[in-house]
């Protein structure tokens, strides 16, 4: 009787010791998976960009800054001043503005915060080409130099270009 209930005992502590290297061996087998993840995402922003990775590489045309200066006179400069450095309706948006808020972000941030808030009271009311245009003048404001290639709402390309810090 006594030997039975401690065979038994043991035959139960076998079950749980194998049961918990059962779990750890499955956590094991379990964990490489998450770290084939994280490199293929890593991989995605480049192969999307081209070679373009950040602000400062040409992402928009000197015409769609042109372009994006009417729009801005039309529907943000009455709060942010004409040269986008702000007025007593709104503040500065370009400058240390971007280096301190959006030096780790994507375009794609600034572009979505613009669009989803602005025109103050009246958010989405432009289309998605006059954002990017008038995202394009405000790059053109705040020192990164337009380039050959037309920048567009495509949020692979927005999210692949980071703001970085004015370099200049
Ligand atoms: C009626 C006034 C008004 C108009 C018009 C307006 N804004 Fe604004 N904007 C503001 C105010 C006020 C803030 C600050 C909001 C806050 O801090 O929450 C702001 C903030 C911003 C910011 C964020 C700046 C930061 O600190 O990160 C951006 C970018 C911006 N506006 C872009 C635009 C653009 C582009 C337009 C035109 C399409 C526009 N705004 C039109 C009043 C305005």
Request: aromatic fraction near 6%; charged fraction near 15%.
């Amino acid at each position: 009787m006594k030997n039975k209930t401690t065979l038994g005992g043991a035959l139960a502590l076998a079950a749980l010791l194998a049961g918990t290297t059962g779990a750890l061996a499955f956590s094991n087998i379990e964990r490489p998976a998450p770290a084939a993840d994280t490199a293929a995402t890593e991989e995605a922003p480049a192969a999307a960009a081209g070679a373009a990775t950040s602000i400062y590489d040409g992402v928009y045309t000197a015409a769609q800054a042109e372009a994006g200066q009417a729009a801005w006179m039309t529907s943000c400069a009455s709060c942010h001043g004409p040269t986008a450095r702000g007025s007593s309706g709104g503040p500065r948006v370009i400058g240390p503005v971007i280096n301190n808020k959006y030096a780790d972000k994507p375009l794609l941030d600034y572009f979505n915060y613009t669009r989803d808030n602005m025109p103050m009271g009246a958010p989405h009311s432009l289309s998605d080409d006059t954002y990017v245009e008038i995202v394009a003048f405000i790059l053109q404001s705040h020192g990164a130099e337009p380039g050959e290639t037309e920048l567009t709402s495509d949020e692979a390309l927005l999210g692949s270009l980071m703001m970085g810090r004015n370099p200049n």
